[in-house]
């Protein structure tokens, strides 16, 4: 599968909060780069205006851009939203390694350590460029992306879009809630995950374990094989034990992949 990745993710100074720590996504990337087999590495370009002003107010763009560095890995990281689910509509599974998260990020506002809603933007391209008109989004991060929510439900461009934010308290129950949902979806052009690992067993959450990150991994591939010729990616939103946090996302892929 493919990680879409660029060093200047590991830039800490962008900002001072636990999505931007030293070195949170340096676990990751050694899994990546000793498993060769599975994953390929590409780079991204940042977004240009247009992307982000699909999801984002031009008011809220510029405050951003009022930050040379915020701004450089904002746009970055949207770029490398925008790539994974192109390459996600090519047929090519991805999995976006990105920070700033996006998924509390709204139109004209953000909060959580999010900026540009990456979900949104990379959507809404493939939705622009008239290659989908719906989509599934499963958002797996312990917090409700708001972001997400506020942008891409109830919009009145035709582009539909189901969202489901787990909220089981059990951890077969988070799952039979997943599973039941991705049973009852009739059509989406494209599964994306707000995949967030802040849910995970010591992480802030502490509710999943791996082998539930793989589950569902695994339903992304075989519900998305089901409805949408397999078009799948999946961008990279919390989780903050930096351990806890590569073991994780290797068990998602293990099952996504
Ligand atoms: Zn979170």
């Known amino acids: 599968m ?45 977004a240009k205006d247009e992307d982000v002003l699909r999801a984002h107010t031009i008011r809220h763009l510029e405050r951003i851009s009022m930050d040379g560095l915020l701004f450089e890995l904002s746009a970055l990281a949207a770029g490398a939203s925008i790539t994974a689910a ?3 509509y090519k047929g090519n599974p991805s999995f976006a390694v990105i920070r700033p998260p996006g998924h509390h990020a709204s139109s004209d506002s953000c909060w959580g350590f999010c ?9 809404l391209r ?10 599934f989004v499963l958002d797996f991060d312990l917090h409700t992306g ?6 891409l439900e109830k919009r009145g461009d035709g582009f539909r879009v189901s969202i489901l934010n787990p909220h089981s308290i059990g951890r077969s129950d988070y799952i039979r ?13 494209i599964f994306a995950a707000s995949a967030g690992f802040d849910q ?7 509710l999943l374990y791996p082998e539930d990150y793989t589950e569902l991994g695994r339903l992304m591939k075989v519900y998305s094989e089901k409805i949408c010729s397999g078009r799948r990616y999946a961008l990279l939103e919390g989780g903050y034990n930096h351990e ?14």
């Open 2 to 46: 493919k990680i879409v990745f660029d060093d200047k993710f590991n830039n800490s100074e962008y900002s001072t909060d636990p999505a931007a720590a030293k070195g949170r996504l340096d676990g990751i990337m050694e899994i990546v780069n000793k498993n060769k087999k599975l994953y390929e590495v590409i780079t991204p370009v940042p």
């Open 200 to 206: 995970g067993i010591d992480d802030w959450g502490n």
């Open 126 to 135: 493939l939705f622009y460029e008239g290659k989908i008109k719906s989509a």
């Open 177 to 189: 809630e997943v599973k039941a949902y991705m049973e009852s979806l009739k059509d989406a052009d």
């Open 115 to 123: 900026f540009f809603n990456n979900i949104s933007i990379s959507l």
């Open 146 to 151: 708001d972001g997400n929510i506020n942008i």
């Open 86 to 88: 192109v390459e996600a």
């Open 244 to 257: 806890a946090v590569a073991m994780n996302f290797d068990a998602f892929c293990q099952g996504f992949n």
